[in-house]
């Protein structure tokens, strides 16, 4: 019954998904019936773990199964006459590989080990023995109860350090005009619910950051993508879109952008801000990669002093992805309405996290912890860069900073196909579709320098 049909024409992984896609449609696996544990199928058809995990992470992204705790996978339930029609969705290979779908695999495959499309930085290169140094000092050192809600602001001492740290960066901004967040994510839907409403224009950068698309569609803006150059947003495109889609709100990611690694040089920085002010639109600065500059580049909130730009940033990318803790700078105006808005949707963000940022900040080991990061970047920026022109790969620019290199095949027009074949070989690569607001079509890839370390990576490119 769940014999898969030998078919070189499409990846293993696709394959099983079609063949559970199949059997559900045509009533042969029935709602709530479950389906062979991964490690079962795995053993009986001579295929790889990973190989399954990727296949079921599918379906499930599909809504065609539900995970269940302890129990495995079922089919998921639907109403009467309701079929999963995958031919409207045109039948190709690469149809689940969505931003959903991508959203899902990022939990369930962390110990994968070729893993370039992650977004994350590799736990060797974070201070381990400074995050539990500073859990132990904040356990000794705390005064005060810890079993109270906090303060809607956040934690007020957190708040401070902030805010000398912006003012470092020429930012003026006092403790009053930070709200603590639990993360850049959390940040970023706070303002996309306060700031704009179904059918407001919103632009994004395009490729662009894949989980605020989600947000802003949920939502139901009218997206548009102000395209990338190596030298940040497309200035004459820009202004173009502005005569025929005047915006609420630009979200954009000015330094170190995810995906690409570029970023604004001043002189569009600046031009970025006039065009702002002429068209009466605020700037929401997406700045969570602060922290990897080695360049120092001064942020759009400090050529503006929070007039239109609102300043996001976060620890969770420095200090450690579970450090879940992050922070908008604002207008006063602007962080008084977040502040009630964060208090209607969740009352306060943790005070535990943000005592621990704290504690982090000021035990004395954080600075040369980021010294020692950006060096590693800058290592694996090198190499994967050469690596990857000596491949056959193109490379969208020559920053040598962030964690992100943006890069495509000559020969793939769409690096879904691309992608789909190194899942056969166990490579999880990100494909540039993922990061486009419209999810159309591209050859480009994102590659995490922190992940590009094995030969395997390059000898399949090479091959591709």
Known sequence: ???????????????????????????KLHSGMKIPSIRSFAESHGVSVSTVVD??????????????????????SFQHGVRRDHDARGGDEAAGFDSLWMLNRIWQNHNVEINPGCGWIPPRWLDEEGLRRAMRNMSVHTNGTMAGYGTPKGYLPLRWKISDWLNQQEVFCPPEQLLMTTGAAHALGLLIQL??????????????YSLLFLHLKRVGVNIVGVPWTPLGPDIAVLEQLLREHPPRAWFTNPRLHNPTGASCSTATAHRMLQLAARHDFLIVEDDVCADLDSAARRPLASMDQLERVVYVGSFSKAASPAVRVGYIA?????IEDLTQFKMITGLTSSEIGERFVYQLLTDGRYRKHLKGLRDNLSRAQDETRRKLVEAGMVLFNDARDGLFVWARHPSHDDSRALSNRALDKEIYLAPGHLFAHDEAATPWLRFNVGYCGHDALFEFLALA
């Open 330 to 334: 604002a207008h006063p105006d602007l």
């Open 1 to 27: 019954m769940y014999s898969t049909m030998p078919d070189t024409s499409r990846s293993l992984v696709q394959r099983i998904v079609d063949h559970f896609r199949t059997l559900i449609e045509d009533g």
């Open 55 to 76: 296949a079921y992470d599918r379906l499930v992204a599909d809504g065609l199964l539900v995970p269940r705790q302890n129990a495995g996978f079922f089919v998921r």
């Open 195 to 208: 700031l704009v409403k179904p059918g407001d224009t919103v632009f994004v950068d395009t490729p662009g």
